[in-house]
């Protein structure tokens, strides 16, 4: 056991993959159970599932902690039971005013079960082990952060928009021929109960976790954000492999998968950007994660070719400006460093009285 923890503190990029995988894989049988066969008991394991790279960042970051133990459990369980309450609140809505799913007290029991891995994965953020703590703590910050966070609620919507002008543009079309929906407040609050059900199941609490929050310091902490930005997405997409085919997405076609890891290394430069601009924001990264599919469920994209020239300009733009090819300083918040560097605390000059 020793021999593997030394591994694995050694390896922790390679073994967050390992992990990841055999979670996420391990259980995707579970999504076409619920999906396609209507196995409704197996969702507390879809569940678990789609935590995958979270849950593989703090079974690492846990197994490599060399600090004692800190705090009290009280914390944790009293977090753990608010996350869950408010988890189960927000799944509960998704299903009733997204999905228009029946609710009954057979579902409300199961979905309530479910929310676990999620619920556990907030109030990590309150762990005894010092190293998941501060690993985590950036998922529920957002003091310092509060532009950057606007700004990933914003970025891709609006760069969704501008391709419509450029759809437009392309094919001699008014961009009034584009079918929005009406402004109401029914439907801002439909966009606010899809978001929050976005940012927690699971693209903050399940996803941001593990690629930015963990894999993306301890790669940049080897190479450039860009390189980061693309391991990542090569990874990302694979990834997706069982939830798409519950789904029912074409993912025995080569189309298919060039078409996602062209979208996907394009959105994993944006969202690396943001998070190293915000200072390594887990939550951040979220907000763009979640803003990201909650847009695309209420627009719908008119043209995959004018949308991705989009985002490909806008990273262009971002990789140029930031010169994300060269590497960050060691000592930037989104770069890895070991608890006992982090730790130590700067060695002031002893002052002297002059002669």
């Known amino acids: 056991m020793n021999k593997l923890a030394d591994w694995i503190k050694r390896h922790q990029v390679t073994a967050f993959f390992i992990i990841t995988f055999a979670i996420s894989w391990g259980l995707g049988f579970s999504w076409g159970a619920v999906l396609k066969r209507d196995q409704?008991?197996?969702l507390p394991l879809a569940f678990v599932a789609a935590c995958g790279p979270g849950l593989a960042g703090i079974i690492i970051t846990a197994v490599t902690n060399t600090q004692p133990r800190q705090g009290p459990r009280k914390a944790f369980w009293i977090a753990f039971l608010v996350a869950g309450f408010v988890s189960a609140l927000v799944c509960l809505a998704n299903l009733?005013?997204?999905?228009?799913?029946?609710?009954?007290?057979?579902?409300?029991?199961?979905?309530?079960?479910?929310?676990v891995p999620v619920a556990f994965v907030i109030a990590s953020t309150?762990?005894?082990?010092?190293?998941?703590?501060?690993?985590?703590?950036?998922?529920?910050?957002?003091?310092?952060?509060?532009?950057?966070?606007l700004l990933g609620l914003v970025l891709f919507p609006a760069?969704?928009?501008?391709?419509?002008?450029?759809?437009?543009?392309?094919?001699?079309q008014p961009i009034l021929s584009h079918q929005f929906p009406d402004i109401s407040l029914a439907l801002i609050g439909l966009v606010i109960v899809k978001f929050l059900y976005q940012?927690?199941?699971?693209?903050?609490?399940?996803?941001?976790?593990?690629?930015?929050?963990?894999?993306?310091?301890?790669?940049?902490?080897?190479?450039?954000?860009?390189?980061?930005?693309?391991?990542?997405?090569?990874?990302?997409?694979?990834?997706?492999?069982?939830?798409?085919?519950?789904e029912g997405q074409p993912v025995s076609t080569l189309q298919y998968w060039i078409?996602?890891?062209?979208?996907?290394?394009?959105?994993?430069?944006?969202?690396?950007?943001?998070?190293?601009?915000?200072?390594?924001?887990?939550?951040?990264?979220?907000?763009?994660?979640?803003?990201?599919?909650?847009?695309?469920?209420?627009?719908?994209?008119?043209?995959?070719?004018s949308l991705y020239l989009t985002l490909f300009v806008a990273a262009?733009?971002?990789?140029?400006?930031?010169?994300?090819?060269?590497?960050?300083?060691?000592?930037?918040?989104?770069?890895?460093?070991s608890p006992e560097h982090a730790a130590q605390p700067s060695v002031e000059p002893t002052p002297t009285l002059a002669p």
């Open 40 to 42: 409704f008991l197996m």
């Open 96 to 115: 009733k005013f997204i999905e228009h799913f029946p609710l009954s007290p057979a579902v409300v029991g199961l979905f309530t079960i479910s929310v």
């Open 126 to 149: 309150y762990s005894r082990i010092p190293s998941v703590r501060n690993y985590l703590a950036s998922l529920i910050q957002l003091r310092g952060v509060v532009g950057w966070s």
């Open 159 to 172: 760069l969704l928009l501008i391709s419509f002008s450029i759809n437009s543009l392309l094919n001699r």
């Open 199 to 246: 940012l927690f199941f699971f693209n903050a609490t399940g996803e941001e976790t593990g690629w930015r929050g963990f894999a993306l310091p301890r790669l940049q902490k080897r190479t450039s954000p860009l390189i980061a930005a693309l391991s990542i997405a090569f990874f990302w997409v694979p990834w997706h492999f069982f939830g798409w085919q519950a």
């Open 259 to 305: 078409v996602m890891y062209i979208g996907h290394v394009l959105l994993s430069v944006l969202i690396v950007w943001i998070y190293n601009r915000a200072k390594g924001s887990i939550l951040v990264a979220g907000f763009t994660h979640a803003a990201t599919n909650t847009a695309q469920a209420f627009i719908p994209v008119q043209s995959i070719q």
């Open 316 to 337: 262009l733009v971002l990789i140029l400006v930031d010169r994300m090819w060269k590497k960050l300083p060691p000592d930037h918040p989104a770069v890895y460093r």
